[in-house]
């Protein structure tokens, strides 16, 4: 079946980089993208940035430009997501969604990750 | 970026009502629009895409509208399940930015 499984908690300090895993199976990774979305503690969600496995090029929010780089490795079918210079307000969950997109309107984050916790905190 | 603005931010409901989540675009997205559930403690799912295309195995019970800057997510019958978090997000540019939330409660 469909599925993303993703790497385990972290707890990280402050100012350290984290590097959350995304291994996908069920489906030919190379023909989706793949996003990265967190959730803080009781907020929404927040778009971080995308992939095009294919090709390895990606795309990130402004907010992140600079802290976040996303990668991927085509043969363990897996994406990657690294946040660096982590600070408290960086804990949260983070997860990778495959991206689906049809024609026009229809393009959405149809198949989510497990889901990894990061905690920040000295 | 495109702010999305959900409304209400939480309900409280019974089974069997009928409920209506809106959702506000900053600028027009058309029908660039996605409807997602969370339930705690589990990722989102997808529920509408493109303001009104139900997904695959998502209740009739569920309804997307709308275009432009104004959409609303409808629920004809609550059902004990559908008490959960529901968020709207758009798919027009990046950064693709969510809505709040709506809790919906008993």
């Known amino acids: 079946q469909v599925q993303l499984v993703q790497s385990g908690a972290e707890v990280k300090k402050p100012g350290a980089s984290v590097k959350v895993s995304c291994k996908a199976s069920?489906?030919?990774?190379?023909?989706?993208?793949m996003h990265w979305v967190r959730q803080a503690p009781g907020q929404s969600l927040e778009w971080m940035g995308w992939?095009?496995?294919?090709?390895?090029?990606?795309k990130y929010s402004q907010r992140f430009q600079g802290r976040v780089t996303i990668t991927r490795d085509t043969a363990a079918s897996t994406a990657y997501m690294e946040l660096s210079s982590l600070t408290s307000e960086d804990t949260a969950v983070y997860y990778c969604?495959?991206?689906?997109?049809?024609?026009?309107?229809?393009?959405?984050?149809?198949?989510w990750g497990t889901g990894t916790t990061v905690t920040v905190s000295s | 970026d495109i702010q999305m603005t959900q409304s209400p931010s939480s309900l409280s409901a019974s089974v069997g009502d009928r409920v209506t989540i809106t959702c506000r675009a900053s600028?027009?997205?058309?029908?660039?629009l996605n409807w997602y559930q969370q339930k705690p403690g589990k990722a989102p799912k997808i529920l509408i895409s493109?303001?009104?295309t139900l997904r695959s195995g998502v209740p009739s019970s569920f309804s997307g509208s709308g275009s432009g800057t104004e959409f609303a997510l409808t629920i004809s019958s609550l059902q004990p399940e559908d008490f959960a978090t529901y968020f709207c997000?758009?798919?027009?540019?990046?950064?693709?930015?969510f809505g709040q939330g709506t809790t919906l409660e008993i």
């Open positions: 997000q758009q798919s027009y540019s990046t950064p693709y930015t």
């Open positions: 969604a495959r991206d689906f997109y049809v024609s026009g309107p229809e393009y959405y984050m149809d198949v």
């Open positions: 992939i095009n496995p294919g090709n390895g090029y990606s």
């Open positions: 493109a303001a009104s």
């Open positions: 600028q027009s997205i058309s029908n660039y």
């Open positions: 069920g489906f030919t990774f190379t023909r989706y993208g």
